[in-house]
């Protein structure tokens, strides 16, 4: 019941943050920040809860003020009860780009997550009229 209202409002997110260098945790903090005032994800602490995850890594560019990141979007497909990798973005951003930098990012989950939103509503609902199908027979 939980997966089945979240697939029609709010997706769970995970985001696996990798960050070793202070401008990559900043980057990573905003991009937290920016997902739990979202609409159209909850951020969530555990693997367990996420269906959608988001996976950064980043690194000091050695300037000091910039990070080199990497961010992996992945679906949890309940039928076969694995991630399944969808796209992943590679990119620099600066200590005065943060927060247009984790904007952008939050944007790219958003639009990363369509199909798989879609996908989440037809299985739960599938899976509910199945329930139901099941509890009017007997």
């Known amino acids: 019941a939980l997966c089945t209202k979240l ?24 991009i937290k ?13 555990s693997q367990e809860e996420a269906i959608y995850r988001m996976s ?8 000091g ?9 992945s679906a949890w497909q309940p039928q076969s009860g694995t991630w399944t990798y969808l796209t992943n973005i590679v990119g620099t951003c600066g200590t005065n780009r943060i927060t247009e930098c984790a904007d952008g990012l939050v944007a790219d989950a958003d639009k990363t997550s369509e199909g798989p939103r879609e996908y989440y509503r037809m299985y739960f609902k599938k899976k509910a009229d199945e329930t139901e199908g099941g509890k009017a027979k007997k």
């Open 65 to 73: 003020y910039s990070t080199v990141y990497s961010v992996v979007f």
């Open 33 to 45: 920040e920016r997902i739990r005032s979202s609409n159209g994800f909850k951020l969530v602490t």
């Open 7 to 30: 697939a029609f409002a709010q997706m769970n997110i995970i985001v696996e943050d990798a960050s070793r260098d202070t401008i990559g945790s900043r980057l990573a903090f905003s």
């Open 56 to 63: 950064l890594v980043t690194m000091d560019d050695k300037s």
